[in-house]
C-alpha cells in the first residue's frame, strides 16, 4: 500500500533526528530560552532579513492560528478568510472558542481576493454587527495553490489602507515557496504580511511551527498569550532543534522541493491520462476529479482522500506528497492512472 | 555547572530515541489513529485494569488543565483548587481564558484537603456565585508532597457525596507513585479520580501527557474538544511512540525512581547538615531553606530556581532531580552542602 | 414626520404604565423571586398549558439569545441558523463571544428548512469540525414571515430524530401569533421547540422577554447562567409587571394585531399600487421593492430603513408597524404610495 | 414588616416615572441614540466638567463590569480588586466568564490599598502568571465604606506610573458622595480614575448604570462591546429617561442623601445601644454585629440579610436604607433596637 493520504505520515528528517540526538543529553533552558531555538531563530532571522522579528516556536497549526488571532483582536473584531479556510471548517470552532467570529468569503481556487475582502468591510457597517480587523490567507492554500505577488501585494495594499492586519498560515509554506510558478521569497513575504509562520509538521519534522512577527507592535507580551493556551513547551529546545536542522542549510527547502517535484510527475501524468483538476495543480496537494467506479480499485493500492462529490459519477480526491514520498510510491500511481484513462 | 533547575532540561530517554528511529520512515495514520499511540492505551489500560478507559495524547500539561476543566463544567461551574495548584498560579489564567473561575482554597503542604473543600462548597451557595463542580489536585504536588491512599480516598468520597469530579494532575505522577512513603498504585488512582493524566514530559519523554478518562459519561466527543484547544496532533504518533516505549515494559517506573533515589540523597544529606524544609521531602523536588548568603557561592556550581523569601536572612530554594541527574552533580551537592552546613 | 423605522420607538402601552405606578412603591423582592414575576410566569404557563414550565425574564433579546445558546451547548458544538438570522449577523458577534460557531444555512423567505439542516448535519462529520446541536429560528423572521405548524413540525421532528434542540427566537411572537395566515397556537409551539421566548420590547413593554424552557433536563441552574451574562436584573419586578399586564388578559395578543393589521393595510396599498415585495407581506415587517428616485421624496415625510440594493435602481425599504403606529401614520403612507404607482 | 433588605424594593421615583409617563408616545430613536439620551450625557458633562466624556446607559452592574473590563483588557491580563469586591465573589464569575482572572487582595474594610495593589504586582512576575492591567475597586464598597480623596489618589498615583487602569463601580456611588465623611467630587472622581460608573438601579431608577469614561483612547469601537453583550437596549431612551430625572437638577444627590440620613439614624441608635459594627457606619449598609438570639424576633417585624457569623453566639446582619425608606420603619427599628441593648 503506497500512502498519499497527508504529509505528516512519517516521523522526521534523518537530518533532524540526528541533531536531536547529538544534543539529547544536554542541559538546556526550558521554555524555548535555550541556545537551538536562538539559532533556529537568527537562521530565520537572515533568512527574511530582518534581525529584530520575533520568532515563537509552537507545537501545531491550529494552536499557532488561535493564538495570534487572539491576541490581535478586541472582542468584537472578526477575521476574513476564504470559505475553504482551515480555519473556517477544519479546526472545531477553535477561533470561535477565543470569542471571535470568523467571516468567510468565497474563495478563487482557496485562494482570498481583495475583492470579497472589499465585499465583507462593505457589508459589515456598524456596531450591530462584528468589525473586521485581520485577514486570514494560508500560502499555499488548502486547495493547493499559491498567492503569486501580485496577489500577495494587493491584499497587503488593501489591508494597509484600511488598518487590517495580514496573517498567512504557512503551515504548507515550503512546498508554496518552492512551487515552480512561485515568484515570492520568504523575505518578500515577510515584509508583505504582518506575521505568519512557517510550517514545521507537514515538511519534515515531528512538529513544531515557527512564527514569524515582524511589526514591533505586534510582539508585546507575545509570550503570555504563548502560555495562557498551553503552546510554550517545557521542553522547547526540542522544536528549536528541529528548525535549527531545517534552516541551518537549506534542507527545509530539499524537503517541500522533493514534495512537489513528486506532485509534479503524478499531475503532469494523471493529466495526460485525460483527467481534470478541481483546483489547479501546483504544490504537494492534487485535486483530481475521478470516476467514482474507480475509487475501489485505487483503494486497494493506495492511500488518499476523498475531497468532495462533483457529480453523481465523479468524485475529487485529494492526493499529497511529502519529503518521504519514494519515487517508487510516485510511478506505481501513475502506473495506475495510466492504466485507467479518464 | 550542575543542573537541579527541574526535570524538563534534556532530551528524551534513549530507549524512547531507539523506538522512534526504528519506526522513523513508517507510514503511520494522523491524529492519534497509529497503531503506537494504540498499543500504549493498552499498555496503559492493562497497567490500571480498566479495558474500556479512554486515553487520549496531548503535547503538555497546561493543555491538558485547560482541556479537560473546560471539557467537563458548564459556564457557571468553577474548579476548587489548592493556592499553590498549577492552575491558579502558573498557568498565566489558561482556565479562566476558557471561562471558569479557580477557586483556591490554602493547601496543606500544597495538598488539598477535604476540609478545604467542604468550605469552598459552603460559601458558594446560591446563583450569584460560581458553583463548584470539579476538584484539581496534583500528585505529586507543586511542593513535591504526594497523597496517601487516605487523603486520595477521603477526596474521592467526598467528591462523589457531593456530586463534583476528581481532576488529578499528574504531570509528575511517575515520581509520585515510585516515592517511597507512596502507598497508592496506578490502578487505585484510576479508580479514586474521575479523570488523570500521566506526565512524560517531566519524567524522560520528549513531551506528551496521557490522559485517561475512565468514566463513561465524560468520554464522549472528548476528540472534539483536544481538536479545538489545538492538542491533536498531525503525528499524534510521536507522543505515542513515547507513551510506548515508556510503558511496554517499567521503563516509566524506572525513570521516575532514579529521579527520587536521587533526590532522596540530597535531602538526606543536606538535612544532615541541620537544614530544614520548606515542605516535606518525598519526591524528586526539594525546597530546603538556605541563608541568602549562601546563594551567591551555590549559584556558582548549580543552577536552582529561587521559590520565595521566608524571611530577611532566609530563602527557599527548588532543587529538582530527573531521570538524566547524574551521580556526578549529586556528590558535588551533597559535598557543597557539607561544606556549608547551617 | 410619520415613523416606521421600528417597533420600538415609544414607551410602553399605558397599561403596562399603569400597573407599575399601581404597584411604585410597593417593596418586592429582587431578582425575579417577586409576586408580580410569579404571577406573570403563571398566566403563561396557563396560555401554553404546562404548569412546570421555567420562565425567565430578561432584558433583551440579544442577551437571551447568548444565554441560552451558551448554556447548552459543550464547547465544540454549533448552533444552526439561517443567514438572515438575528444571531448571525446583527449580534456583534455575540454569540461567538461565548466560544460557539454560527453555521449559517441559505435561508427561504428568512426561513430554516429541514434541508438545510440535513445538509448542515452531513457536511460536519468529524472532530475536526464543530459539532451541530442546536437549531435557532425566529417567528416571525428577520423578513417579517412565519412558519406554519407544518414547517415548524417538519424542523422538530428532524431536531428530535437528530438530537438537536431547538430554540425559537421570539422577539417578535406576538405578530406572528396574531397573523392572518397563522396556524400555530402558543401552545403548540411550547410542544415543538425546546426553548424559545416571546417579546415584549417589540410589542408594548418598556423592555424585557420572557423565556420559556420546557424540558426538564434543560432546567437546572438556569439562573446561575443568567446571573453571570448581567442578566439576572436586581429589579426584576419592573420586567415582571410588564408580562403580568400584558398575560392578565389578552393585552398582548391586541397590542401585536394592531401592528399587523397597520400592516396589513400598507401591504395591501402599496401592492395595489404595483409595487412588489422581497419577502411576502404578512406580519408588521414589510419589504417593498421601491425605486431609489423615490427615497428622498419618501424619507421627507417617513422614516423607515433601506435594506438593500436590488438593482443599479431599486432599494428593498423595511416598514414596520407596532402596537402605537397610528392610523393617521398608515393613511398618508397608503397615500404617498398611491400617489406614486410603481 | 418593614424592610432593610436592599435599595432595589420599590419601583423608580415619582419624579422619574413622571418624566417617562410625559414622553411615553413620543417617537425616540433606538440604541440610546435618542435625544432623553443625549440630554441625560450632557448633564453628567457638565457635573465632572468634561465635555468629551463618553457616557453609556447600561441597564446593570454585573453586566457594566464584565464588559469594562473584558473591553479593556488583553487575554492574559488580569483585574486586582478587593477580596470582598462584587467581581469577585456575586457576580457568578462573570468577569471569568469573559476569560479574565479576578485576583483578589485582602481589603481594610472592603477598601483596597495601594500595598496590596503592589504586592499582586510583585507576585506576577513572569509570562507563566496573568498580567495586572486593571484596578477595581467600588464606592462606596460591599461593606458600605467610602474612599477619601488621599485614598483614592494613591491609587490613582499608583496606577498611573504602574501602567494600571483604574476603573471605578459606582453602584452606590450616590451614597458615596452624599455621605457625610466623604471629602470628594464627582468631578474629582472623573478626574481620578479612568472608567467609572453611576449607579441608577439602586438609587431611585427602574434600572440602568451610566457609564462615563473619560480617557480618549478608551472610547474607541464601546458600543460595539456594549452591543456583543447584549446591553444595547432597543429602547436606549428607557434609561436615558432616567438619567435625565436624575440629573436635570439635584434628584440624584437628594435621594441619596435620604438614604444615607436613614441610615445614620439608625447606626446612631444602635451603637448608641451598645452593638459593635463590622464595617464602620458610613453609607446605606450597616452592618451592626448581634446576637443570635435576637434574630428569630428581629426577623418578625423586619426584612433583612444575614452576611456572615462573627463566632457562635453573634452574626453580622446587613441593614439596607433606600430613598423609598420610611421615618416610620426607622422609627421602628431603632425603637427594636432600644428594647433590645447589647
Known sequence: MYGFLNDYSE???????????????EQNLGYG??????????????LI????????????????NLIV??????????????????????ETGAIEATGHKVVAMPGVNGKLTPEAV????????????VQPKMVYISNSTELGTIYSRTELKALHDLCR????????DGARLGSALTCKTNDLSLEEIAELVDVFYIGGTKNGALL???????????????RFLIKQRGALMAKGFVTGMQFEALFQDDLFFQLAQHANLMAERIAQAIGACGYRFYAPPCTNQLFPIVPKALLPQLSEQFLFSLQEEVDDDHSVIRLVTSWATTEEAVAALIDFFQRHRA
Not at 11 to 25: D, F, K, S, V, W
Not at 82 to 88: S, Y
Not at 118 to 129: G, N, Q, S, W
Open 11 to 25: 516521523g522526521a528528517h534523518p537530518r533532524i533526528l540526528q541533531l536531536m540526538l547529538e544534543h539529547n543529553l
Open 33 to 46: 530560552e535555550d541556545v537551538h531555538s536562538q539559532r533556529a531563530r537568527d537562521y530565520i532571522r537572515k
Open 49 to 64: 532579513n530582518q534581525p529584530r522579528a520575533d520568532i515563537h516556536f509552537i507545537p501545531g497549526g491550529t494552536q499557532t
Open 69 to 90: 488571532i487572539s491576541a490581535f483582536l478586541r472582542p468584537h473584531q472578526c477575521v476574513i478568510a476564504a470559505d475553504t479556510g482551515h480555519i473556517n471548517v477544519h
Open 118 to 129: 472589499e465585499a465583507a468591510l462593505k457589508y459589515h457597517r456598524d456596531e450591530h454587527m
Open 161 to 168: 489602507s484600511r488598518g487590517l492586519l495580514l496573517f498567512l
Open 208 to 222: 513544531g511551527e515557527a512564527l514569524v512577527i515582524c511589526r514591533d507592535d505586534l510582539k508585546t507580551d507575545f
